[in-house]
């Protein structure tokens, strides 16, 4: 199958042009250290803007109570700002209906959900699972419960040495026993955008339904759900600018209807006697008990903002940033990026000769940088390359190139210190 590459590729933009938005998110202003913040580490987990800080005090402080129960002004109006939120989503990944959107508490719950909702229901013994090497960890062990579970089995993508799927590989592992693909649309580990849409379609091919990790796409690059025809989808507030304890599963309807619910509860029912219970519609038959009222609703005022400035714009943007780190980077002798996709989205994974990706961590503190150290729950990606952890630099929209240079500043001192 040939690889269409859909990327937008980077050309010259104002790096200015995005200045102004830092300024919406009060903790940049920090000192760490005596030293002004450096937030590096956007991919796990995005920094909150003001205004979705000052919706979240407003739902608490003018429109809370449980919502869906009652016909008081407070439940209805934290009901319709819930159901607002959802439709922000359904809007933001262009699904075509409400219903089709999920709140969950996060990436890893809306796997759950689909390993218990689909997999327990329709994967049986002997059939086979197809994963890849850059999973993250949430998108591996729920599979990986469930084989065991069941008795089906999981079959692997492998990535070459610069953390590229092998897109043939993937072609010759379908066959009549395969039911179900779990793909990772970005890479946490090394920023690799996997060319999900050919793969969909393939998968669609021999009749296989595929979910998609987002967590690492929604954030950086447009997702549009009828255009990549992925089944299920999935990603967490935290990453988007949003509310922990929050994030979203996109199924289509008819996988959703299909599927068996996760959790029993209040308002995931139609009825309930002691001798049967029918189901509610969806979206509510996978929302038991009361939901995340506040962080949904924290999340919608987050994909406001981002639509505000734009998902083209961000991309491009960060794009600029990931070639002007990756140039810098490049040039220190004893420093070796892991992970060269051609696409990419701005996230460098690195290791420096003779210095314990811990170290590097902990003496960037010290200035003030925050950069992520370890296996970022990708372990099988860390094995794949022979090494036990990186140190990771992750870019949002809000970074800009003083605080690239700043961490190349830091790379060199802490080489100094240490060699
Ligand atoms: N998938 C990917 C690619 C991630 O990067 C993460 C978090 O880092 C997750 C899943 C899990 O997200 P959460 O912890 O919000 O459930």
Redesign the pocket.
């Known amino acids: 199958m040939k690889i269409i590459d859909t990327s937008i590729q980077p050309r010259k933009i104002q790096t200015n042009s995005m200045e102004k938005f830092r300024a919406d998110f009060p903790i940049l202003k920090l000192k760490i250290n005596d030293k002004p913040l450096i937030y590096l580490d956007s991919?796990?987990s995005s920094q909150m803007p003001q205004v979705v800080i000052d919706r979240l005090v407003h739902y608490q402080t003018a429109q809370h109570a449980n919502i869906n129960r009652a016909v008081y002004y407070l439940s209805e109006i934290a009901t319709s700002e819930y159901e607002g939120a959802r439709h922000k989503l359904q809007k933001f990944i262009n699904a075509r209906e409400d219903r089709e959107v999920i709140f969950t508490?996060?990436?890893?719950?809306s796997?759950n959900l689909v390993m218990h909702g689909y997999g327990r229901k329709f994967i049986k013994a002997g059939d086979e699972i197809i994963l890849t090497t850059l999973e993250?960890h949430?998108?591996i062990v729920p599979w990986q419960m469930l084989a065991e579970e069941t008795g089906a089995k999981i079959r692997i993508v492998p990535i070459n040495d610069k953390g590229e799927l092998l897109i043939d590989a993937y072609e010759k592992l379908f066959n009549k026993r395969t039911k179900f693909v779990g793909l990772?649309h970005?890479?946490?580990a090394l920023g690799t955008i996997n060319p999900i849409k050919q793969m969909i379609a393939f998968a669609h091919l021999h009749h296989v339904p595929v979910l998609i990790?987002g967590?690492?796409a929604a954030p950086h690059i447009k997702v549009d759900v009828q255009d990549l025809d992925c089944d299920f989808y999935a990603f967490?507030a935290?990453?988007l600018c949003g509310p922990t304890g929050v994030?979203m599963l996109y199924g289509k309807a008819a996988q959703l209807e299909a599927m068996q619910p996760f959790k029993g509860g209040g308002d995931m029912i139609a009825s309930v006697t002691f001798e049967k219970t029918t189901y509610n519609v969806i979206p509510h038959k996978f929302e038991a008990g009361t939901p995340p009222i506040a962080a949904a609703i924290g999340f919608g005022a987050a994909i406001d903002y981002l639509s505000t400035i734009g998902m083209d714009k961000i991309h491009l943007y960060e794009l600029d940033l990931l070639n002007y780190a990756t140039e810098l980077i490049n040039d220190i002798p004893g420093v070796h990026i892991v992970g060269n996709a051609i696409n990419k989205t701005a996230v460098l994974s690195f290791v420096v000769d003779g210095i314990h990706p811990h170290d590097i961590g902990t003496l960037l503190n010290q200035e003030g940088i925050a950069v992520r150290t370890g296996h970022?729950?990708a372990q099988p990606v860390m094995q794949r390359f022979n090494i036990p952890a990186t140190s990771r630099a992750s870019f949002a929209f809000y970074n800009n190139k003083l605080e690239v240079d700043a961490l190349i500043a830091g790379i060199r001192k802490v080489q100094k210190v240490f060699l």
């Open positions: 991919a796990a508490s996060g990436t890893t719950d796997i993250h949430s998108n990772i970005v890479s946490n990790d967590a690492q967490s935290h990453k994030g970022h729950c």
